[in-house]
């Protein structure tokens, strides 16, 4: 369904850029192995249910969104378009759902939070504790609604690609914007292998924004993550660029679906290209689901408008699945309607 998108994409930007932000670690198994497992799926739907018209709006911590789909953080967006992560908002406000702004942007969040549309911001925390809680608090000013935490990525993954192509630095006017200390200085982004359990409480005393933990897999840290007070956990292996040879997102959603026990929503990122996908991940247990390369093809293909018709696209498709499947509302959707994998 995106294929033509993202072949318009690549089309437009240079190949390492592509390549940057197409890639995953290593060989690239969990990279495929997250589409697979979607592919693989097969929907059981229900018939004669008269659902009438749908209804998709979804609330995340007092935030309605127009769909359970929210747009995941991904870093350099002015590498993919001149108007960068500002192009993001504006589309992401348009279709009426919330951007995660990456710590590694290359707009600040002041400036994106200028399109209007809600923002939660993604940190990777930084072992200078100072420093974290200053971006902390700048994203709280600018206004966003949650801090999406990374967890995995102690270490950077092996992206063979980006290696090959030599890319290593972003070229000449384009920094990460989130990075500047006090001195107007960039720091350099740090992966913390140091990173524990503790941080994540520390983090809970500097802000007062709900906590989402983004990139675990295993249902033991789901139940860790709610023991540690976070309000929501995201299910995610960093779209195949951390640990490569992890397991697909949605074949790890239903144990930590059952660990959590409902306490906290479980959201989803990796492979989502269609509203079949969402539909899977819904009735496996997810509240919503996130959506990385295909904004960013969107966002290379026609800026701000590209990413709307990408969000407006599996907007539209999840209505389509819904209705086809017998559901009014996401909430309608049970695990009874994932039939089999093939
Ligand atoms: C180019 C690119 C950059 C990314 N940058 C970040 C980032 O800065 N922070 C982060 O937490 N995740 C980052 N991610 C991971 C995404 O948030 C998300 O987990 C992943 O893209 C979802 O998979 P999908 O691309 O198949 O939808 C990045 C992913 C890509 C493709
Ligand atoms: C450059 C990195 C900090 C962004 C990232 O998380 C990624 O490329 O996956």
Redesign the pocket.
């Known amino acids: 369904m995106l294929t033509e998108l993202a072949a318009r994409a690549r089309a437009r930007l240079d190949p390492a850029h592509w390549d940057?932000f197409a890639g995953g670690a290593g060989d690239e198994r969990t990279l495929r192995a997250n589409e697979e497992a979607f592919q693989r799926l097969r929907l059981l739907p229900r018939v004669l249910r008269a659902t009438g018209p749908r209804d998709l709006r979804t609330t995340l911590f007092g935030t309605e969104l127009s769909a359970p789909l929210l747009v995941a953080p991904t870093?350099?967006h002015r590498l993919a378009h001149p108007d960068g992560e500002l192009a993001t908002a504006r589309g992401a406000a348009a279709a009426g759902t919330v951007l995660v702004v990456?710590?590694?942007a290359t707009t600040p969040v002041e400036d994106i939070a200028a399109a209007g549309g809600p923002l939660w911001f993604q940190l990777?925390p930084q072992p200078d504790l100072e420093f974290t809680a200053a971006v902390v608090r700048r994203a709280e000013r600018a206004g966003c609604r949650a801090l999406v935490v990374?967890v995995d990525?102690p270490v950077f993954g092996r992206r063979e690609r980006d290696r090959r192509n030599g890319f290593t630095d972003l070229p000449a006017g384009l920094v990460c914007e989130h990075l500047r200390d006090g001195t107007g200085r960039v720091r350099d982004?740090v992966m913390d292998a140091d990173l524990g359990w503790e941080r994540i409480d520390w983090l809970r005393g500097v802000t007062g924004l709900p906590i989402v933990l983004k990139g675990l897999l295993h249902p033991a840290d789901a139940l860790l993550a709610v023991e540690h007070g976070v309000s929501a956990v995201l299910v995610s292996n960093?779209?195949g660029?951390q640990l490569d040879g992890a397991v697909a997102t949605v074949d790890a959603l239903p144990a930590v679906v059952k660990a959590v026990g409902g306490q906290v929503p479980v959201l989803l990122d990796g492979g989502i290209r269609c509203g079949a996908d969402i539909l899977a991940a819904l009735a496996l247990g997810a509240g919503a689901v996130l959506v990385g390369r295909p904004v960013l093809w969107g966002l290379a293909a026609a800026g701000a408008d590209g990413v709307r018709q990408v969000l407006d696209l599996l907007r539209e498709d999840l209505d389509r699945a819904l209705a086809l499947a017998g559901a009014r509302r996401p909430a309608d959707l049970t695990g009874d309607l994932v039939a089999a994998r093939c």
């Open positions: 940057f870093a350099f990456s710590m590694a990777y990374t990525s982004i960093h779209g660029r």
